[in-house]
């Protein structure tokens, strides 16, 4: 990775540290961007340890006008860039809504890959890695994408909901710039007991897991304690030559190849959520 610059969002903390980490050992130039700028310099300082070359930003990246920001900051720093990570995530108790009026899990985990992505793509000449999680791969409901009719049910929740969205999503936009020398692909983490997973409130779990939260939480460190393995998979779509010029493609946590869900797969799915990503995002791409 000499001489490769890549920008994680998310960054500051849990598997996108991690992937940061990773990738600097390897000699790329990382930029990890954070929305508190005093976490996201600690982040970098600390990654930089031991030689590493790590900066920060700070955006919400869940706002366009951070986004935009963000965009044109990373272009005032970088003539191209190598590897956009879009690892940021959020898990809120119950359905909220960012400044632009956007249900925020969809605005983390779909709205604001596809906008960075898209207002990125002048600088990109390498590859796009779109971090799902949870447990993705359920049924796309199309007259709910931003949680309109329910946001958590008995084994429905939001957060996997939009993080299957994420995945059709990002089928749709490697077919888009296909050809053009940038690659889109999916890296599923795994589980870890990351920040976000520690702050979740029981009432953020859909209603059959709830009985077994005092378990989760008991075993969750021991058992998904080590962050180096979830973030293996979207270190491995960064750097690995195994994967130069392959496009379109899912990975599991062990970095291997993986069938789509036929949700993502779903053409109908992937036109609805690309209209409305594009509706949502023409003011600011």
Same mark, same amino acid.
């Given at each position: 990775?000499?001489?490769?610059?890549?920008?994680?969002?998310?960054?500051?903390?849990?598997?996108?540290?991690?992937?940061?980490?990773?990738?600097?050992?390897?000699?790329?130039?990382?930029?990890?961007?954070?929305?508190?700028?005093?976490?996201?310099? %600690?982040?970098?300082?600390?990654?930089?340890?031991?030689?590493?070359?790590?900066?920060?930003?700070?955006?919400? =990246?869940?706002?366009?006008?951070?986004?935009?920001?963000?965009?044109?900051?990373?272009?005032?720093?970088?003539?191209?860039?190598?590897?956009?990570?879009?690892?940021?995530?959020?898990?809120?108790?119950?359905? $909220?809504?960012?400044?632009?009026?956007?249900?925020?899990?969809?605005?983390?985990? =779909?709205?604001?890959?596809?906008?960075?992505?898209?207002?990125?793509?002048?600088?990109?000449?390498?590859?796009?890695?779109?971090? $799902?999680?949870?447990?993705?791969?359920?049924?796309?409901?199309?007259?709910?994408?931003?949680?309109?009719?329910?946001?958590?049910?008995? $084994?429905?929740?939001?957060?996997?909901?939009?993080?299957?969205?994420?995945?059709?999503?990002?089928?749709?936009?490697?077919?888009?710039?296909?050809?053009?020398?940038?690659?889109?692909?999916?890296?599923?983490?795994?589980?870890?007991?990351?920040?976000?997973?520690?702050?979740?409130?029981?009432?953020?779990?859909?209603?059959?897991?709830?009985?077994?939260?005092?378990?989760?939480?008991? =075993?969750?460190?021991?058992?998904f304690g080590d962050l180096s393995k979830p973030s293996r998979s979207s270190v491995h779509l960064a750097s690995s030559g195994d994967v130069e010029g392959v496009t379109g493609t899912y990975?599991?946590?062990?970095?291997?190849?993986?069938?789509?869900?036929?949700?993502?797969?779903? %053409?109908?799915?992937?036109?609805?959520?690309?209209?409305?990503?594009?509706?949502?995002t023409r003011e600011t791409v």
């Amino acid at each position: 990775m000499d001489g490769k610059t890549v920008l994680v969002t998310g960054g500051t903390g849990g598997i996108g540290k991690e992937t940061a980490r990773g990738l600097a050992a390897r000699g790329a130039r990382v930029i990890v961007v954070g929305r508190d700028p005093v976490r996201a310099q %600690r982040a970098a300082d600390e990654l930089s340890t031991g030689g590493g070359r790590v900066e920060a930003l700070a955006a919400d =990246v869940t706002r366009q006008r951070d986004l935009a920001g963000l965009a044109a900051q990373v272009a005032g720093r970088c003539d191209r860039l190598d590897v956009l990570i879009n690892n940021v995530g959020t898990n809120p108790p119950r359905r $909220t809504l960012t400044e632009d009026g956007v249900e925020a899990t969809f605005a983390a985990h =779909v709205l604001t890959p596809f906008t960075l992505t898209r207002l990125l793509l002048p600088l990109l000449g390498g590859r796009v890695v779109n971090i $799902t999680g949870g447990i993705p791969g359920g049924p796309i409901e199309l007259d709910n994408l931003q949680a309109e009719r329910r946001y958590l049910g008995w $084994t429905f929740s939001q957060y996997n909901h939009t993080k299957t969205m994420l995945m059709a999503m990002s089928l749709r936009f490697a077919e888009q710039v296909a050809g053009s020398g940038v690659t889109i692909n999916v890296a599923y983490p795994g589980h870890g007991h990351t920040p976000m997973n520690q702050s979740m409130t029981t009432t953020g779990f859909p209603y059959v897991y709830r009985p077994i939260v005092p378990l989760l939480r008991a =075993v969750t460190p021991q058992i998904f304690g080590d962050l180096s393995k979830p973030s293996r998979s979207s270190v491995h779509l960064a750097s690995s030559g195994d994967v130069e010029g392959v496009t379109g493609t899912y990975f599991s946590r062990r970095c291997r190849r993986a069938p789509w869900p036929a949700s993502a797969l779903d %053409r109908r799915n992937q036109d609805t959520i690309w209209a409305l990503c594009e509706d949502l995002t023409r003011e600011t791409v």
